[in-house]
C-alpha cells in the first residue's frame, strides 16, 4: 500500500503533448512506484504553453491543461496528486494548492524529472533529489561531447541521470560518453495487468502509431548526420505487405496525403493517430487488436546501437503482441528470436513475420513473458530505486508490536524480514479425504527448482490417512490432527510450533508448477511483497476445460476501492511469517471463510502482491472441500459470517481513513 509518508514526484509534460503514448508512458511511472508502495504525486511545471490544448489564442490553456492532467489520472485513484504549475503564463497553480505543491516538492524522497523536459529550477533541485530520466537519448550526448555549456548547465542540478540508452558505454555503441555526467541504463515500466486482453485473441493486421516525417533534430558527428525522422526508415521496409501476404496497419501523424496515398498503394492500411483524441483506452484497444508490431526506429538509435527500446512495443509485449522492429542493439539486454525480432533489412523483417505468422500463438506467448520479465514496472522502479540507495518496503501504517511480536531489548520492534531467494519456506498442506491426488501434489513441490526446506501434509481425520503416500516421499512429514477442526486451526497451529521465514499453501488436490516457488520469491524480493499469491491455471474436470484465470498484480489496490475485496487465491500464496505475525494470525475458531477473513486484515500492514507467472494448478471437482457440505456455501452460517467480515472489513476503512489503527485481531480467534 502506498505510504503518504514516502512521497515521490514525476515531472512530466502530459499537457505539453496531450497524446496516449504521452499519457501511458506517466502512468505507468505513477502506479509502478505506489505499488512499490510509495506515494506518487506528479507534478506538470515545464514553462511551456499547452499549445496543443488551444484552438484560438484567447484559449486559458491552463484550465485545459488542468483538466486534461486531471481526466488522465483521476480514473486511477490519483484525481488529488497533481499540480500544473502554469510557469508559462500566469503563475497559477492547479491541482493542489500553491501550499501544498512546495509541500510537496519539500518532502519528496526523489523527483523524476521525466523525459527531461522540465527546467531545473531551485525549488526542484535544491533537496539535491532531482533524477534526470532521459527516454529519448543522442542529442544531449553529442551536445555535451561538443562542449555545449548550456546542456551541462541544464544537467548539472540534477543528482543522478537515467537513459532509455541500455548500450551507451557498450563495446559496439558509438553515441560517446560523458564522464561529468555518467548515465546509468533504465527502461520503460509497465503496469501488466492494464494490458491484459481478457482472453482476447490477436487481430488480423500487424500495427503501429507513430510519426511519419519530423523535420528537426537531426544530429551531426564526426562529420556525419544523424537522422531523427522515421520516413526514412520506413522506407526500407515499404514492399513488406507484398513480400509477406500479411496485413499491416500505420496509425499516423505529420504525414502529408501523398505519403498515405503512396502508402495504401504499397499495401498498408494507414489512420491518423490524433484519431485517439486523447483516448488512452482507444490507444490500448488499437494495441491489443493488432497481431503484432512491425514498426521502425530513429536512425540515431539504430546507427550509434544505443539499445533504446520503444516504450510503446514494450506494451505490445505486455498485451501479448509479438513486436518486430530495428535493432538498435536492444538485443544486448533484452532476449530475441521468439516474441521479439530485431532486424536490420527487409528480408530479416520477411522472415521474422513469416515465423509470428506460422506459430502465433508460440509468439505470443514469448511476448507477454519477455514483458513479465524484463518491463514489469515494480521490477523496474525498483532498480531505479535501488539504483538510487531508495529503501523498499517502509510501512507508516505497520501496527505497534502485539504481545506475541518479537521486540529487541529497547522494546522497538526490528526491521520486517523481507522475503528474498534464500528465506526458508515451510510448504503447508491441508489434506481431507483427497488421496486420489495427493501424490501429484507431493510430485510437484518436491521437484520444485528452488527446493523447499521442508513440506508438512495435515491430515484433518481422513477416513484413510494418506500414510503411505506420504512414506513415497522421504522428506515430507505427515501430522494428523486429533479431531477434524477446519484447515485455518491445522495450518496456523503449525505455524505457531515452528520458526521458518516463510509458509508455502497448497490444496491437496492441486499441483504447482516446477518454479513456483523460486518465481514467488523472485518477485517478492523484486517488489518488496510480504504475502505473494500465483496466478492460477483452473481445470475443470468434469467438462474437460482449462482456463488460465488472472488475479490482480497488485493485491493490496482493489481494497482501496472495496475493503471487501479478494484478490488473492489463498492456496496459491506464500506469506513471511512475520508478517502473518502482525497481522495477527488465522481465525482458528472459523471452518470456512478464514482465508477472505485474513486477508482482509494483513493487506492493512503488508504488501500484497499476485506474480504475473501462471505457477498453480487448481483442479474444480465435484466433492471438493471447495463444494462440500463443510464449507456451508449457502447456508445461513455462511451468510452470517459474510456480514461480520464485511463489516469488521468496511470498519477498519473507516478506521483508516480517519488515520486510525485498524482492528486486526482474529474475527473468531478460537483456542
Not at 505510504?3 to 514526484?9: A, E, M
Amino acid at each position: 500500500m502506498a505510504d503518504s509518508s514516502r512521497k515521490v514526484v514525476v515531472l512530466g509534460m502530459l499537457a505539453k503533448m496531450p497524446v496516449p503514448g504521452v499519457a501511458w508512458q506517466t502512468l505507468h511511472y505513477l502506479l509502478g512506484l505506489r505499488r512499490l508502495g510509495f506515494d506518487p504525486y506528479y507534478v506538470e511545471a515545464h514553462a511551456r504553453t499547452p499549445s496543443m490544448l488551444m484552438e484560438r489564442e484567447t484559449d486559458d490553456a491552463t484550465a485545459r491543461a488542468g483538466q486534461v492532467i486531471d481526466d488522465t489520472l483521476r480514473p486511477y485513484g490519483l484525481g488529488e496528486r497533481w499540480a500544473f504549475h502554469a510557469l508559462h503564463d500566469d503563475g497559477r497553480v492547479l491541482g493542489l494548492s500553491e501550499r501544498e505543491l512546495a509541500r510537496v516538492l519539500r518532502d519528496a524522497e526523489l523527483l523524476i524529472n521525466l523525459h527531461g523536459g522540465t527546467e531545473p529550477r531551485e525549488e526542484l533541485a535544491g533537496s539535491g533529489r532531482l533524477v534526470y530520466l532521459e527516454t529519448d537519448p543522442v542529442q544531449l550526448q553529442i551536445e555535451l561531447h561538443d562542449g555545449l555549456q548550456s546542456a551541462r548547465d541544464f544537467l548539472a542540478p540534477h543528482c543522478a541521470f537515467f537513459t532509455f540508452a541500455e548500450n551507451l558505454g557498450g563495446p559496439d555503441c558509438t553515441l560517446p560518453c560523458s564522464a561529468e555526467f555518467p548515465f546509468r541504463p533504465t527502461r520503460q515500466p509497465v503496469v501488466l495487468d492494464l494490458w491484459e486482453t481478457g482472453g482476447q485473441g490477436p487481430g488480423t493486421a500487424f500495427r503501429t502509431i507513430g510519426n511519419w516525417h519530423q523535420g528537426w533534430r537531426s544530429v551531426t558527428f564526426n562529420g556525419e548526420t544523424y537522422g531523427w525522422s522515421k520516413d526514412a526508415e520506413w522506407r526500407k521496409f515499404l514492399t513488406l505487405p507484398q513480400r509477406t501476404g500479411e496485413a499491416f496497419e500505420l496509425a499516423l501523424s505529420g504525414h502529408a496525403p501523398r505519403h498515405e496515398e503512396e502508402l495504401r498503394r504499397l499495401g498498408f492500411g494507414v489512420r491518423p493517430a490524433l484519431d485517439f483524441n486523447f483516448d488512452p483506452g482507444a490507444y490500448r484497444d488499437f494495441i491489443a487488436g493488432a497481431r503484432g508490431e512491425f514498426t521502425v526506429a530513429k536512425d540515431q538509435n539504430i546507427r550509434f546501437r544505443t539499445g533504446w527500446f520503444s516504450d510503446r512495443s514494450a506494451t505490445f509485449l505486455a498485451a501479448g503482441r509479438p513486436v518486430v522492429t530495428q535493432d538498435t542493439a536492444f538485443g544486448s539486454v533484452l532476449p530475441t528470436g521468439e516474441g521479439l525480432f530485431a532486424v536490420t533489412d527487409l528480408d530479416e523483417a520477411v522472415d521474422a513475420i513469416g515465423r509470428i505468422a506460422a506459430d502465433p500463438a508460440r509468439h505470443g506467448r514469448a511476448a507477454a513473458e519477455i514483458a513479465r520479465e524484463h518491463f514489469d514496472a515494480e521490477r523496474v522502479l525498483g532498480r531505479l530505486m535501488t539504483d538510487m540507495g531508495v529503501a523498499l518496503n517502509r510501512r507508516s501504517t505497520m501496527r505497534e508490536p502485539r504481545a506475541t511480536d518479537h521486540t529487541t531489548a529497547t522494546g522497538e520492534r526490528p526491521r520486517a524480514p523481507r522475503l528474498h531467494r534464500d528465506c526458508t519456506v515451510l510448504a503447508l498442506i491441508p489434506h481431507f479425504e483427497c488421496e486420489q491426488y495427493l501424490d501429484d501434489c507431493l510430485a510437484a513441490l518436491t521437484a520444485q527448482t528452488r527446493p523447499l526446506d521442508g513440506i508438512v501434509v495435515i491430515d484433518d481425520v481422513s477416513a484413510e490417512p494418506p500414510v503411505d503416500i506420504v512414506k513415497r516421499y522421504p522428506n515430507v512429514t505427515l501430522l494428523r490432527a486429533a479431531e477434524n477442526s477446519g484447515p485455518y486451526r491445522l495450518v496456523q497451529t503449525v505455524m505457531n510450533q515452528t520458526d521458518y521465514d516463510a509458509y508455502l499453501f497448497q490444496d491437496a488436490d492441486d499441483w504447482s508448477a516446477p518454479d513456483r516457488l523460486e518465481r514467488l520469491l523472485e518477485h517478492a524480493e523484486a517488489t518488496g511483497a510480504d504475502m505473494i499469491g500465483s496466478q492460477e491455471v483452473r481445470i475443470f474436470c468434469d467438462e474437460p476445460e482449462v482456463a488460465p484465470i488472472q488475479w490482480p498484480l497488485d493485491g493490496n489496490a482493489p481494497f482501496k476501492e472495496r475493503p471487501t475485496a479478494f484478490p488473492l487465491l489463498h492456496p496459491t500464496t506464500l506469506v513471511s511469517k512475520h508478517i502473518m505475525q502482525a497481522a495477527g494470525g488465522y481465525s482458528m475458531a472459523l471452518r470456512f471463510g478464514g482465508d477472505a477473513e485474513f486477508l482482509r486484515r494483513v493487506h492493512h500492514v503488508g504488501r500484497c502482491v499476485n506474480t504475473p507467472h501462471h505457477g498453480y494448478f487448481r483442479r474444480v471437482r465435484q466433492g471438493s472441500l471447495t463444494t462440500a457440505p463443510a464449507t456451508a456455501i449457502g447456508t445461513p452460517a455462511r451468510k452470517q459470517l459474510m456480514e461480520e467480515t464485511f463489516a469488521r472489513a468496511s470498519a477498519n476503512a473507516e478506521r483508516v481513513a480517519r488515520g486510525e489503527q485498524p482492528d486486526l485481531t482474529p474475527l473468531r480467534p478460537g483456542p
